[in-house]
């Protein structure tokens, strides 16, 4: 970290990292483990931080090999936001459960690991059962905590998940495109004070109608991912500003939503008749009503 912080500021964050571990009533491990990865994230410059983010995405894997007895052994290798996700679906789904098969109300009879693994495969059932379904339900309920302030770009800081991963704030961003933000007020020692409303930025009527407006599915060029696979994307994002409607989304696959929030790529509503029948794609009786199939239109110039 030497080089990259402030000598002044890594001396004051490294004595109150050590005071917070000292004493019965210090951090536990966990926690203290957590509180090191957020202050390493505030310590260095906005562009390390989420060029290191963007090297651990690329090289997320998954690999296929021989197991024991005849059977298959599956690799991940994640960074911290593809663990938060995982985790978030699979936990939910790998309870302990009664035991259905005896009939008796036995507990689950199956391992930890066990349980985990059938979690995942009904997930991937779910997905591929209907993979161009229209969505039924609210996505994976992963939770991260981070300062409005920073969502908003006003100053630095990052997002922290139930289990103590540490997610930058551009990845924050990108995930608050489609989700529900649930505002909280904090006091000073962490307790919550008081909750509002959550609220799904998109609801299933948005996403429903941006699925039949954005056929192909995800809206960047040359990409084929179908409308199943995408998420909804705020051309300007809520936290500067941008309104939730129709006209201020577009559908982008995990991939490009990336992309697009690495590289700031900006965006537009046109419709098919744009500049044809007259100023600012009216009609030619100047009413000024669009006409012709909406589309998206991409600007790939970073920054745009």
């Known amino acids: 970290m030497r080089g990259l912080a402030d000598p002044g500021v890594l001396g004051e964050v490294t004595a109150t990292l050590v005071d917070a571990a000292r004493g019965p009533a210090g951090l536990e491990e966990r926690q203290l483990a957590a509180a090191v990865r957020h202050a390493g994230q505030l310590l260095r410059p906005d562009r390390v931080v ?46 302990p459960a009664r035991d259905a098969d005896t009939g008796t109300g036995e507990r689950d009879p199956r391992t930890p690991a066990a349980r985990r693994v059938d979690a995942l495969l009904d997930l991937v059932t779910r997905a591929v059962g209907a993979p161009e ?4 339900q609210a996505k994976t309920a992963l939770v991260v905590t981070i300062p409005l302030q920073v969502l908003e770009g006003r100053c630095r800081g990052a997002g922290t998940t139930r289990t103590g991963e540490v997610l930058t704030a551009g990845t924050v961003r990108r995930l608050a495109c489609d989700a529900q933000v649930v505002p909280v007020v904090l006091g000073t020692a962490g307790e919550v004070l008081d909750q509002g409303r959550g609220r799904r930025l998109f609801d299933r009527a948005q996403v429903r109608h941006l699925w039949l407006r954005d056929r192909g599915g995800c ?18 994002h809520w936290a500067d500003g941008g309104p939730t409607s129709i006209d201020n989304a577009a559908l ?22 744009d500049g044809d029948d007259g100023e600012n794609g009216e009609n030619g009786d100047g009413s000024g009503t669009r006409t012709g199939r909406p589309r998206v239109e991409w600007d790939l110039n970073p920054g745009s």
């Open 219 to 236: 809206t960047f060029p040359g990409c084929t991912r179908p409308a199943g696979w995408t998420d909804a994307h705020h051309l300007v």
């Open 252 to 273: 982008l696959c995990r991939a490009h939503h990336s992309t697009v929030h690495t590289h700031r790529y900006s965006a537009r509503i046109t419709h098919d008749n």
């Open 133 to 136: 379904g229209v969505p039924r």
């Open 50 to 95: 989420e060029h290191d983010a963007a090297v651990r995405r690329a090289h997320r894997s998954l690999v296929k090999g021989r197991g024991p007895v005849g059977m298959w052994r599956y690799t991940p290798v994640l960074d911290d936001e593809g663990a938060a996700i995982v985790d978030a679906a699979v936990d939910a789904l790998a309870k």
